[in-house]
């Protein structure tokens, strides 16, 4: 029975108060949002450790119950990369830039695994978060992004068996390699681009759960992963550096193998349609995030 | 600072029917139909325009409109009303969950909402894990929660499962540590809903307790509920939701009694116009049930100090029994607080005459517990034993404990277990500083 109890039993008081209009300065305020809503980046970076939380959680969820764990990070892109060889590199005999072709595939499918995986796990991860969405506030870009991140531990083991490859087929790497880290962010760029379309299209059309294993299959075809972007000649060479995975695999052989020129002008318009891409569906998704909790 | 911590003003949310409630395209068309039927007819009930969106086929749903109302700081606020009135709603839009179709709400001071415990709880992940990923789902900082994780842990009761993931937790350990991180959130402006109706009986003392501290804290609290004691001992003052619109604002008392009024169709009153189909048999038919005060209102909540009246209107056919009027009262938690029989030296052991009787039983101010008494009524003969009609949970009604610090709780603002709250006559000696005189042999003996 502390003092303070006594605030409590004081007699109610249910006057409205009319008497003081003391101007107030509000820390925030809620209000319906007509048209396009400012993206507030700044408050993304307030919830910085939310992200940190949901990726990690990601993360560590990811393999549980798994009888070869982790090990399925590398065995992707390896079997991958095992048949692409077989058929692309002894059948059909692509050209490989002068490479031996395990290398060549498996520098490329290296950031396709990572961007694929990003892309599905970004494009469900509203529908998979569906009860933090419907209870609890903050930027729901937040879900989205931390799915994608958590794509970048896959990308490093699978990373270290590159580095065993390379050293395998006596490969040194050049200076070139330090662009590296660049080209990883414009995956992940790509990849959120398209994901933060997905997801959030997906909260109301549940369509873009079959679209999107569809979309990565005729993506990967479009994407000079088995072949070398030099087999294609002509104006179509500009077209084709429309994709904006074709910028990123060109420039991982780039930087890793170091046998071709960067074709500058196509990563540039790969680069650009990524940076649209990701701009427009920031803002879409700012947009259609209203709904979210109400639709999802 | 401004003494107010939330303004609502004019505060609306639209849904479109349909959309909502089945997300799935191809399905929702179908069931668009079905859903929308009993919504136009709310609709044409509330006079709401039922083809604002001009496709006319899929009517808009207000669950909330015209809302004003302004908390101030340090302000504990209950919200109730029936399934549907608009309290999640409400909740949703306080929290920025959901945003309003129409009007403005303004927060001044770091909110946390609790619409339910464990959110983003991952079945995988280990006791210690979840505290980390719901503490940061819920606003908690790294730092914030690592200093408070010892503290979480105990208030859980699961230190010996902290690394063990929680799927092989029970529903009460999950449930605990749920609560717990939710419980140590430090924000200036906390908003709750009905967290409180999971878990057992002694959880959820734990967590009412709990939810106490936090508005002795001067911190400001929503908080809804369909527990009435918890809301008119939390809240000194409510909002009553009907509809989507605020229909009463004031004293928590008040609030809940205009809520048992309306919303249980007045469970204070009972009546049988017909004869036939009234409980009873060829003897004796109820014809009434009232709960009322001493002046003779109909009431549905009373004050702790009142005594509560219940009249049984009962109309003999057969004269020539005994007739023993009786009454079962039950408290929320099921359990039997009373039964009680007419005495009345007038009737006891007396023939009854035909025609109609109506027996008051007088339950004393200051003897029943806070909390709902559903009362069952029943008459009876005795020798030999038939029961004419024995008529369950007839009516009901409230007992609102005020704190004014007149009742046996005196300033004790906590909970307070026990089904019978009497005020008892203390006797109080005093003795000079020699200590406690020492008890003589005789004095021990009665």
């Known amino acids: 029975m502390a003092p303070d109890t006594s605030a409590v039993a004081l007699p109610a008081q249910p006057e409205r108060s009319a008497a003081e209009p003391a101007p107030t300065t509000f820390t925030?305020?809620?209000e319906p949002r007509l048209g396009w809503a400012p993206l507030r980046l700044g408050e993304l970076w307030r919830y910085r450790e939310l992200l940190y939380f949901l990726t990690w959680r990601d993360v560590k969820v990811r393999y549980k119950q798994t009888v070869l764990g982790a090990a399925w990070a590398v065995l992707q892109p390896l079997l991958t990369m095992v048949i692409f060889t077989v058929i692309f590199g002894h059948f059909a005999k692509i050209p490989s830039d002068g490479v031996p072709y395990p290398v060549f595939s498996y520098t490329a499918l290296l950031p396709w695994t990572f961007f694929a995986y990003a892309l599905g796990q970004a494009s469900n991860s509203?529908?998979?978060?569906a009860n933090l969405i419907s209870k609890v506030y903050f930027p729901r870009l937040v879900i989205p992004i931390a799915a994608s991140l958590a794509g970048l531990l896959d990308f490093a083991i699978a990373f270290v068996v590159l580095l065993g490859m390379l050293a395998f087929y006596r490969l040194a790497p050049t200076p070139a390699v330090l662009a590296l880290p660049l080209f990883l962010l414009l995956a992940l760029a790509a990849a959120l681009a398209v994901g933060i379309w997905l997801s959030a299209l997906n909260v109301q059309y549940r369509d873009v759960r079959y679209v999107v294993p569809f979309l990565t299959q005729v993506w990967l075809y479009a994407t000079p992963v088995a072949y070398p972007s030099s087999l294609i000649h002509g104006p179509l060479h500009l077209v084709f550096a429309l994709n904006p995975m074709s910028g990123v695999v060109?420039?991982?052989?780039w930087a890793l193998l170091g046998k071709t020129a960067l074709d500058f002008p196509a990563l540039a318009i790969s680069s650009s349609v990524t940076v649209l891409a990701l701009v427009g569906g920031l803002f879409y998704f700012r947009r259609m995030e209203q709904q979210f909790a109400d639709v999802v | 600072m401004s003494d107010v911590a939330i303004r609502v003003e004019g505060l609306g949310k639209k849904y479109r029917l349909g959309a909502n409630a089945q997300p799935y395209q191809t399905l929702r068309e179908s069931l668009t139909g079905a859903a929308a039927a009993p919504a136009r007819a709310v609709s044409r009930v509330l006079g709401r325009s039922a083809s604002?969106?001009?496709?006319?086929?899929?009517?808009?749903?207000w669950a909330l409109r015209d809302v004003g109302f302004e908390v101030k700081h340090g302000e504990v606020l209950g919200i109730i009303g029936r399934n549907g009135a608009g309290k999640s709603t409400l909740l949703k839009l306080l929290s920025q969950i959901t945003e309003p179709t129409e009007g403005r709400i303004s927060i001044n001071g770091r909110v946390a909402s609790l619409l339910e415990v464990g959110t983003g709880f991952h079945p995988e992940l280990t006791g210690r894990e979840n505290v980390f990923l719901n503490g940061a789902i819920l606003g908690m900082s790294r730092a914030d929660i690592l200093r408070q994780f010892d503290e979480i842990v105990a208030f859980a009761e699961v230190e010996q499962f902290i690394d063990t993931p929680v799927k092989h937790y029970s529903s009460g350990m999950y449930l605990r540590l749920a609560f717990s991180v939710a419980a140590h959130l430090e924000p200036e402006i906390l908003v709750v809903d009905e967290v409180l109706a999971v878990g057992d009986a002694s959880f959820q003392k734990k967590c009412l307790n709990k939810m106490e501290d936090v508005g002795r804290q001067g911190r400001t609290v929503l908080f809804v509920s369909h527990s009435m004691p918890a809301i008119t001992r939390l809240c000194?003052?409510?909002l009553l939701l009907r509809y989507g619109h605020v229909v009463v604002d004031g004293p928590s008392e008040r609030v809940?009694?205009?809520?048992?009024?309306?919303?249980h169709g007045s469970t204070a009153v009972r009546t049988w116009a017909e004869r036939d189909g009234a409980p009873g048999n060829d003897t004796v038919r109820l014809r009434a049930v009232r709960v009322r005060t001493m002046d003779g209102t109909i009431a549905n909540a009373f004050d702790i100090r009142q005594p509560v009246g219940i009249d049984i209107e009962f109309e003999v056919l057969q004269p020539g029994r005994v007739l023993v009027?009786?009454?079962?009262?039950?408290?929320?938690?099921?359990?039997?607080?009373?039964?009680?029989?007419?005495h009345d030296p007038a009737w006891r052991r007396r023939p009854r005459p035909a025609g109609r009787f109506v027996s008051t039983a007088w339950i004393p101010g200051n003897f029943l517990a806070e909390g709902s008494l559903v009362t069952s009524v029943a008459v009876s003969t005795m020798d030999p034993v038939i029961v004419h009609f024995f008529e369950r949970d007839v009516v009901a009604f409230q007992i609102v404990d005020k704190l004014d610090g007149d009742s046996a709780r005196g300033d004790y603002a906590g909970p307070m277990p026990g089904a019978v709250r009497p005020l008892l006559q203390w006797t109080t000696e005093h003795y000079s500083n020699e200590g406690p005189r020492?008890?003589?042999a005789e004095e021990l003996a009665f």
């Open chain 2, 438 to 440: 020492p008890l003589v």
């Open chain 2, 236 to 238: 000194r003052r409510s």
């Open chain 2, 52 to 61: 604002a969106n001009g496709n006319g086929h899929r009517p808009d749903f």
């Open chain 1, 126 to 129: 509203l529908v998979g978060n």
């Open chain 1, 28 to 30: 925030t305020v809620i």
């Open chain 1, 250 to 253: 060109e420039g991982f052989r």
């Open chain 2, 256 to 263: 809940v009694d205009s809520y048992l009024r309306s919303e």
């Open chain 2, 325 to 342: 009027p009786n009454i079962h009262a039950f408290n929320d938690d099921g359990i039997c607080v009373f039964i009680a029989s007419d």
